[in-house]
């Protein structure tokens, strides 16, 4: 079945869509299954380097605290990036249009996934990070575990929320209720997506009661 048909899109709205029907929709696309295979890779790798000490609990520990601050700067600034012109040409990001489809239809699977361009980026990004910043190729394999594990949590949270799965966990309500707000009632707030600390610690944390609802949640190039 094409994943991107309007078809395939019915079926993830489906009423009794179970989790497992949901995560089969989920591993079947692309960018899943890079992330996937990303997870694998890194594990394997430091499973191979071996030498785990207690000092592998430091960039764990880091992106823990890290990890949704920049989730919420990723999704402001990058995500809701709007095109800027420079010397008479026009900039935008290709991350930025994909978000603004995904928010124009919430339901487009084509668009709720991670382009795999971005994904590519974020790789080299992370690399290049942990390259110049952990002072072991040990702790580098640790560092680019967790982010490659955090990616997919990510992912995967995300996509849930934009089927008809509802949500059971404590945990997973909140971040199903905050990004359905998100999409539906105000694109200024509820910026993180897994986490929300972010959201917290910059101001955009807010109860549905408190945010008038916007008329460009699904145009966000409309918005003043």
Request: no cysteine; hydrophobic share 50%.
């Amino acid at each position: 079945m094409d994943l991107h048909s309007e078809t395939q899109a019915r079926y993830a709205r489906a009423r009794d869509l179970s989790l497992g029907d949901a995560f089969r929709i989920f591993v079947a696309q692309t960018p899943p299954k890079i992330l996937i295979l990303g997870v694998a890779a890194s594990f394997a790798t430091r499973l191979w380097m071996g030498n785990f000490g207690w000092i592998d609990l430091l960039p764990v520990a880091l992106l823990f605290v890290l990890h949704p601050i920049a989730e919420w700067l990723i999704h402001v600034y990058i995500l809701h990036f709007r095109p800027r012109e420079f010397m008479g040409l026009t900039i935008d990001m290709n991350a930025a249009k994909h978000h603004r489809a995904h928010h124009i239809d919430p339901w487009d699977l084509r668009y709720v996934v991670m382009p795999k361009s971005a994904i590519g980026v974020g790789m080299v990004v992370a690399f290049a990070a942990n390259w110049f910043l952990m002072p072991s190729l040990e702790l580098i394999s640790t560092s680019f575990l967790a982010m490659s594990i955090i990616a997919l949590v990510y992912e995967w949270a995300h996509f849930l929320t934009h089927t008809s799965y509802r949500p059971k966990g404590r945990i997973y309500k909140r971040i199903y209720k905050f990004h359905r707000l998100h999409h539906f009632k105000n694109e200024a707030y509820w910026m993180g997506v897994s986490r929300h600390f972010g959201d917290r610690l910059l101001g955009t944390m807010k109860e549905a009661s408190e945010v008038e609802t916007s008329p460009t949640a699904r145009n966000l190039l409309a918005r003043d």
